[in-house]
């Protein structure tokens, strides 16, 4: 195991890798492309985490221009969820920087709402790729092991972070879709009260 693989530095953030796991296996992951990202090393881990591993991961990397701590690795953090928790009340604890939560907004097919509540005051900001505008559409680009459930399943997801989270967003990769699709995404995420983030595909030569 890489000694900073829990974590690693993008730019003037922090990022928090709990968990190779996912329950999407999308046509466009960087996981596709390589074993790191943004320069990192290999982010597949022999051992998932505990709070505590994670956590003195982010503190060996931590520095004062430091700007937000991202839970986003290679894999879906949502399925460490008491994991992740643990982390953000540490990260709390210890530092003044937001929590930003980047996940594909299937926790409710695997955990219990009881967790949404915690939430608040804890995670500032959840972005959800939304990826596609419907179902269908979501299917075939991200093929989630929930089938055409896990597109309501993220939309219900989404609307109750809205009520925790004070900054909800939902992101496409703006080269996988047409202008007309890129404004279905748009009326979807307003229905769920998110804001839309149009990002960018990260290719080979990004990692």
């Not at 596709?32 to 709070?51: C, V």
């Not at 596609?132 to 929930?146: I, N, R, W």
Request: some cysteine; glycine content about 6%; proline content about 4%.
């Amino acid at each position: 195991m890489k000694a900073n693989n829990y974590a690693y530095r993008v730019g003037d953030g922090i990022y928090i890798n709990l968990t190779n796991r996912c329950t999407n296996r999308c046509t466009f992951c960087i996981r596709n492309n390589g074993d790191g990202a943004y320069g990192t090393g290999s982010l597949w881990l022999e051992k998932e985490p505990t709070a505590e591993e994670a956590f003195a991961a982010v503190q060996a990397l931590y520095f004062p221009a430091c700007k937000e701590f991202v839970f986003c690795g290679y894999g879906e953090p949502t399925m460490r969820m008491e994991t992740l928790l643990g982390v953000a009340v540490k990260l709390k604890a210890a530092y003044s920087q937001p929590i930003r939560l980047n996940t594909n907004g299937q926790a409710l097919l695997y955990c219990s709402e009881d967790f949404l509540p915690r939430f608040a005051h804890l995670i500032d900001c959840v972005s959800v790729s939304l990826n596609s505008p419907d179902a269908q559409s979501y299917v075939s680009l991200c093929k989630p092991e929930h089938g055409a459930k896990a597109f309501d399943a993220m939309l219900s997801f989404t609307a109750a972070c809205t009520k925790y989270v004070p900054d909800v967003q939902m992101t496409v990769v703006g080269e996988t879709l047409d202008k007309y699709q890129l404004a279905i995404c748009h009326a979807v995420a307003d229905r769920c009260n998110a804001k839309l983030r149009v990002r960018t595909y990260i290719g080979k030569d990004e990692q």
